[in-house]
């Protein structure tokens, strides 16, 4: 990682994107995955990262990609991203490293499978079977500590080849997690907005294209047109039109508009609630949303923009108030243990204007004043 891009600060006026090579959704869309194997690796080594529940589904897969002739392996994922799993699942991807890797299952499954891919120096192609977060179409790669905690986050060389969102594995997912989905793509109107304001670099150590703020506004349009109606077939198996539109949303706006455009507040609360384990059990997308709220009321936007924000929030059932992250009896003490590692964020640092952990503690504040209207 560049000093420059660690540091968020802006080095030059070139601007920046990046993009997966293919992007595939729709009821069945796994079906395309062995054909977009062979499209780049013919006959070629492949190891699929899947999340236990998955394994049957894409040891099917591999079962098709070994009779059309690849070397095709399923390594069952054990939980957590660290660089313990990445390394126990690159050593048992064999002597000779796979061609492609497969990520398949959710956020972390998927972050892991990259972190396989780039140790090893492989092709990447991601197949989510929830739609929980952006990870999918990204090069960012999230790795944790043995205390579940972010430790850090390399990239990719490149996007990942190919994203396959089948929509009906998606839709027969549980409810929460696409409720945590578009609470991850709900802070990217607002984070990308920031940074493009502030002048900040993009993960691509490039200025964020104005691509960047037409997705991030075009996904929170949609997601607030279409949560509810979506929201209503989750777990039938059965995706209807506002699915669809919420997952493309949720994974390739989203996805496409946090990387090409960049983060604030809201992802720095994953920091910020480090201290409290009782944390641990949210979902990523569950906890940003906390943080979106939380940054629009440490940056002074007007009440009314946070009051329309909060009822919508708790239809969709995500947190607008610590108590709903399992943060009980909230003082000044609890806040400033949580402001003080969001402050410290490289993204918040260079912030314009800038935010101080007092700014930060104080719209904690006001956030929970407005919470309890």
Do not use: W
């Not at 190891?47 to 690849?70: K, S």
């Not at 907005?193 to 964020?208: D, E, K, M, V």
């Not at 700014?359 to 904690?364: F, Q, R």
Request: net charge negative.
């Amino acid at each position: 990682m560049s000093r420059q891009r660690e540091l968020g600060t802006t080095v030059n006026d070139i601007s920046i994107a990046g993009f997966p090579h293919i992007y595939i959704q729709g009821p069945g869309a796994l079906e395309r995955l062995p054909g977009c194997i062979q499209d780049i690796a013919p006959g070629g080594r492949v190891a699929i990262v899947a999340d236990p529940i998955v394994v049957a589904r894409f040891g099917e897969i591999a079962g098709r990609l070994r009779e059309a002739g690849c070397q095709a392996i399923v390594l069952p994922f054990g939980g957590e991203c660290t660089r313990a799993e990445i390394g126990r699942l690159a050593g048992l991807a064999g002597s000779s490293a796979p061609d492609v890797v497969v990520g398949a299952g959710g956020g972390k499954a998927l972050d892991t499978a990259k972190g396989v891919a780039l140790e090893l120096g492989s092709m990447m192609i991601i197949a989510p079977t929830i739609a929980s977060s952006d990870a999918p179409t990204s090069r960012l790669i999230a790795i944790y500590d043995e205390h579940h905690r972010i430790a850090e986050t390399p990239s990719l060389k490149r996007n990942p080849h190919a994203v396959i969102v089948d929509t009906t594995i998606l839709a027969a997912a549980p409810r929460r997690f696409l409720a945590a989905g578009i609470g991850d793509a709900l802070t990217k109107k607002y984070e990308v907005a920031s940074t493009i304001r502030s002048g900040r670099l993009n993960y691509f150590g490039g200025r964020p294209p104005a691509l960047a703020g037409v997705l991030a506004d075009r996904c929170y349009e949609v997601i607030r047109a279409d949560a509810i109606e979506a929201l209503a077939v989750a777990g039938t198996g059965s995706p209807n039109a506002a699915f669809e539109r919420v997952v493309e949303a949720c994974i390739l706006y989203s996805g496409l508009s946090f990387e090409s455009g960049g983060l604030s507040i809201a992802h720095a609360i994953l920091r910020g609630l480090g201290p409290f384990p009782e944390t641990d059990r949210y979902l990523h997308g569950e906890v940003v949303t906390y943080g979106t709220l939380l940054q629009l009321a440490s940056m002074g936007n007007d009440d009314a923009e946070i009051l329309d924000l909060i009822p919508f929030c708790r239809a969709v059932g995500l947190p607008t108030r610590l108590a709903e992250l399992g943060v009980k009896e909230v003082d000044d003490g609890k806040l400033a243990l949580m402001a003080e590692p969001i402050s410290r964020v490289p993204y918040v640092i260079h912030n314009d204007p800038p935010i101080s952990m007092e700014m930060i503690v104080a719209g904690a504040k006001r956030l929970e004043r407005l919470a309890a209207l």
